[in-house]
Structures are given as structure tokens and as C-alpha cells.
């Protein structure tokens, strides 16, 4: 069993910089490749970024060059620090955990195994 808990500031302005954390609870923290996801107001959940057990990371292009993804093991803790922000990216955003294996990474929200429960983030203009 893993939990999973986000924390962030919930309102910035547009042009503006956050960073989410994602602490998790649970055994072997750095097996698992961690995802952040968010979701807009009406829709799915929508990938952003993931970080992988050997470190290498993955970003939606929506966001590449603005956010970056990182990973303190020692801390169990996965990081979102996000730039340049625009109201766009206003959303619900998730950190998610996936335990398996065999594969290096994901970008499709049902491969994730555990969610935390998500954090409002606004960009306002």
C-alpha cells in the first residue's frame, strides 16, 4: 500500500513559478516511476510529466521547457517545479505512482497504480 499526498500553493499569476511536492508512504519509493497528471474543469486526466526509477523524465509538450520533474528517494518525494505558468495550465493535479516492473514508464493514467488526492492549482491572468 502507498500513499500519496501533494502540496503546493493553490493560486499564482500568469508568467509565474510553483513548485508541487508529492510525498509518499510506503515501501521501496525509488522502484517506482512517478507521474504527475492533472485535469482540467470537464475533462480526463491529462499526463504532464513522469520520472522514471533510473531518473529519466518525460513531459507532455505542452509543457516542456516550463515544468521540470524531480525525485529525492532519500526523501520520498517527488517534485513538479512549474514556470512560466499560464492560465492554461489552471487544473487539478495528481501525483501517481507505478509499481510495475517490467515497463520504464508511462504516460496513460490506468498503468498508475496509486493517486494522491490532487491539488487546485489556478493561474490566474
Known amino acids: 500500500q502507498v500513499q500519496l499526498g501533494e502540496s503546493g500553493v493553490g493560486l499564482v499569476q500568469a508568467g509565474g513559478s510553483l513548485r508541487l511536492s508529492c510525498a509518499a508512504a510506503?515501501?521501496?519509493?525509488?522502484?517506482?516511476?512517478m507521474g504527475w497528471f492533472r485535469q482540467l474543469p470537464g475533462k480526463g486526466r491529462e499526463f504532464v510529466s513522469v520520472?522514471?526509477?533510473?531518473?529519466?523524465?518525460y513531459y507532455v509538450d505542452s509543457v516542456k521547457g516550463r515544468f521540470t520533474i524531480s525525485r529525492d528517494n532519500a526523501k520520498n518525494t517527488v517534485y513538479l517545479q512549474m514556470s512560466s505558468l499560464k492560465p492554461e495550465d489552471t487544473a487539478v493535479y495528481y501525483c501517481?505512482?507505478?509499481?510495475?516492473?517490467?515497463?520504464?514508464?508511462?504516460?496513460?493514467?490506468?498503468?498508475?497504480?496509486?493517486w494522491g488526492q490532487g491539488t487546485q492549482i489556478t493561474v490566474s491572468t
Open positions: 501517481a505512482a507505478d509499481l510495475a516492473s517490467y515497463r520504464s514508464y508511462s504516460s496513460r493514467d490506468y498503468d498508475y497504480d496509486y
Open positions: 510506503g515501501p521501496s519509493f525509488s522502484n517506482y516511476a
Open positions: 520520472i522514471t526509477r533510473s531518473g529519466s523524465t
